[in-house]
């Protein structure tokens, strides 16, 4: 996996009483133990992938408990659980990452939703918005007003995180509807503590089963009972949630007495941010005592107009930080305040900007022009005018201190010994053979392909939309179309939306399908076709059987590595006489998950005195002629330059450094583009035998012998 929690989740079987130190994901794990949730499931996804790897190493507390876990196939398979709470009084929750996981789960959610629950149904979202995301920029806001599902964006510190999830829970039973509760990147991975409470043990789980199976139509999302279902979500359940909001405390109001004027109105995830912000402007002390009020929307939807109308009453401004766009908060509340007939008004994306992520600069500034437009009652808006001052002063030094050159952009890029990386190479030497081809890219690592030095990969629509998105482009291209798809996104949807749907409609393209083992890109966690062991499920599925399966008959595996038969086999595809989908199966592991995997048994062995061969490869500096066309193809971050030994030549020479991995593909590379010979590959033997130690004596006695030679031959 990513790594292990072995040891951490040891704390997830802690008391009433104890103190949990640890990280945000830990914490939520431990909330959903002490919720008495009956299952758990989920798939992965930045910034809450690792959510499905602490319950994977806690499956055994998760037995002791009665609870069942999967590692769903894809985030609709995960939200269709949850259906198992619309009959019965079970708890259950689910993870994915949002939105696009949330644009998976639609279907099922909207279902889920329009039924309601009776047990408390909760969706732990990695909210993927901002500097730090991987994904297009949307929030999940649109998608619970569309649906009115509850969502939950709690303060950024572990109690309040394992609150909301808890009452989380309790929100859903209370108006029989689903609830969501977003985290952002740096709320997943805050550290802190929070007092524990006993885990409960589900009264239904796979321990105390379920007797009486239940039916009732009104449950079922058809009409009549659709048209109910609308009713029941205005006329019962918005209320209801809205009476448990109030009688909870779920939001809350940091007041100062002396600025009742003004005030602040956040969501919660943004709270630790804005406190920050006021505290570098003067407005907030070491403790995060604010000067001006702030309320805390800890629910940002449904918003509860009575607390908020009270929080503004006799306030001439408030501003409201709300992160994104479109301005969904901001809108409701200037028509919740003009209803009520107030006249106080509201400052935010006026002050703010429209859009991206509010990071600590961006409130400092947003801040600052609300205290001066607002002048706050009793405040001294000229210190605070000119505190501000002096941090732009700061902020614009520092970056004159950087130089006038703006600091190069550094985006994601493959591990060194990726074995996708000679794929792509093999790509672009292939379309030196047959022309220029259209290539549909997906969503994984291999999008990295899209980026230098390959430059592979015209379009990407979605996780395992590669082969779906070439439907309308191939049968236009003179040349056939090249399709990404990694094993993870095969068996996600690519499977039933690319393969299936190609084979359907008689496509005549390629498939090239990544088969490293794991879905990596969010941290190598298991898929249905990962060799069995560790917490993996012992039961592996095939790929090639799946696709011979739906009629798929031109497969052919070549292993990653072999850059050279992997062009042959690209261009063979791309150029045969054989109609339908060609699928091309690049086989080789995660060089990370190999790393982790060979690292652990070396280090056993070396401290065991047993014998190690590490395989490295390196570049003979008289030899190399300057060229650099193995970077330039490969792009391994382990190759890079130095200068050139030489004194009769100035061009830097290539060279390996420590964090090559033996992989082999600057010299598989190099053979395929017929570049250059300087490429030699060394075996590094540590603990060597005695015929190790006769062997390198005797090479080292000819290499000497024969050297000297030369040396004579050349005076001579």
């Not at 609308?230 to 909001?245: C, H, L, S, T």
């Not at 908020?308 to 306030?315: L, M, V, W």
């Not at 859009?355 to 022009?369: N, Q, R, S």
């Not at 002048?375 to 970056?399: C, I, K, Q, W, Y």
Request: aromatic share 6%; glycine share 10%.
């Amino acid at each position: 996996m990513e790594r292990s929690f072995k040891r951490e989740v040891e704390s997830l079987s802690m008391g009433a009483g104890d103190v949990f130190h640890g990280e945000g994901i830990l914490a939520v794990t431990k909330a959903l133990l002490q919720s008495g949730v009956s299952y758990i499931g989920g798939y992965q996804g930045a910034p809450v992938s690792h959510l499905i790897d602490v319950l994977g190493d806690a499956r055994e507390l998760l037995d002791s408990l009665g609870i069942h876990f999967e590692n769903n196939a894809s985030e609709a398979g995960a939200a269709a659980m949850l259906g198992a709470s619309i009959h019965y009084p079970i708890r259950g929750a689910v993870t994915w990452k949002s939105t696009v996981g949330t644009n998976v789960a639609s279907d099922a959610l909207s279902n889920l939703a329009s039924a309601g629950v009776k047990g408390g149904s909760v969706i732990i979202l990695g909210e993927d918005y901002g500097e730090g995301s991987s994904i297009i920029q949307e929030r999940t806001h649109a998608f619970a007003m569309k649906s009115q599902m509850w969502l939950l964006d709690p303060r950024p510190n572990l109690t309040s995180i394992v609150d909301m999830v808890e009452e989380g829970f309790e929100l859903s039973e209370a108006s029989n509807t689903p609830v969501m509760l977003q985290l952002r990147i740096r709320a997943c991975h805050v550290h802190g503590t929070f007092v524990c409470k006993d885990n409960r043990a589900p009264a239904l789980s796979r321990e105390h089963l379920i007797g009486d199976a239940k039916f009732s139509y009104d449950k079922i999302c058809l009409p009549p009972s659709t048209y109910a279902h609308e009713k029941q979500k205005i006329e019962d359940r918005w209320p209801a949630a809205v009476d448990y909001i109030k009688r909870a405390g779920l939001n809350e109001t940091f007041s100062s007495a002396s600025r009742a004027d003004v005030g602040i109105i956040v969501q919660g995830g943004l709270y630790n941010g804005l406190i920050r912000a006021m505290q570098q402007l003067g407005l907030a002390d070491a403790f995060g005592d604010p000067q001006i009020p702030i309320h805390v929307l800890n629910v940002v939807y449904p918003l509860v107009s009575d607390e908020i109308e009270a929080f503004c009453s006799g306030k001439k401004a408030v501003l409201l930080v709300e992160e994104g766009q479109p301005a969904y908060i901001e809108d409701a509340i200037q028509a919740m305040l003009r209803r009520a007939g107030a006249d106080t008004r509201i400052y935010g994306k006026d002050v703010l900007p429209a859009y991206g992520e509010y990071t600590g600069e961006v409130l400092v500034d947003g801040i600052a022009k609300f205290v001066e437009q607002a002048n706050p009652m009793g405040l001294d808006g000229t210190a605070v005018a000119g505190t501000f001052s002096e941090l732009t002063t700061h902020r614009t030094a520092g970056a004159k201190a950087l130089g006038e050159a703006p600091v190069p952009g550094r985006p994601p890029g493959f591990c060194v010994g990726c074995p996708e990386r000679p794929v792509f190479a093999a790509m672009k030497l292939m379309q030196q053979q047959v022309g220029a081809v259209h290539v549909s890219a997906d969503i994984g690592c291999h999008t990295f392909g899209t980026l230098p030095p390959f430059n592979v990969g015209s379009t990407v629509l979605g996780y395992g939309l590669g082969l779906a998105s070439s439907s309308g482009v191939a049968p236009l291209m003179e040349n056939r179309v090249v399709s990404i798809m990694g094993d993870g996104g095969f068996w996600h949807n690519g499977f039933t939306s690319g393969v299936v749907n190609a084979v359907h409609n008689e496509q005549d393209s390629v498939l090239v399908i990544m088969k490293n083992g794991y879905t990596s890109a969010t941290g190598t966690q298991a898929i249905p076709s990962t060799k069995p062991g560790g917490n993996v499920i012992p039961k592996s599925l095939d790929i090639e059987k799946a696709l011979r399966g739906v009629g798929v008959n031109w497969i052919k595996t070549v292993p990653s590595y072999q850059v050279s038969d992997m062009v042959k086999t690209l261009a063979e595809a791309v150029t045969t006489d054989t109609p339908g989908l060609k699928v091309v199966i690049a086989d080789g592991e995660c060089q990370l998950e190999r790393q982790r995997r060979v690292k652990p048994q070396q280090a056993a062995k070396l401290k065991a005195g047993k014998r190690v061969v590490r395989t490295r490869f390196g570049i003979d500096d008289d030899v190399c002629t300057g060229d650099h066309s193995c970077i330039r193809l490969s792009g391994c971050p382990s190759l890079t330059i130095k200068d050139n030994p030489s004194a009769l030549r100035t061009d830097p020479v290539a060279t390996v450094n420590q964090g090559c991995v033996g992989c082999g593909l600057c010299g598989e590379v190099s053979h395929a583009a017929v570049l250059c010979p300087s490429f030699y590959k060394a075996e590094v033997i540590q603990n060597p035998s005695r015929w190790d130690r006769i062997s390198a004596g005797f090479r080292n006695f000819v290499i000497d012998r024969m050297a000297g030679n030369a040396r004579r031959q050349a005076w001579q």
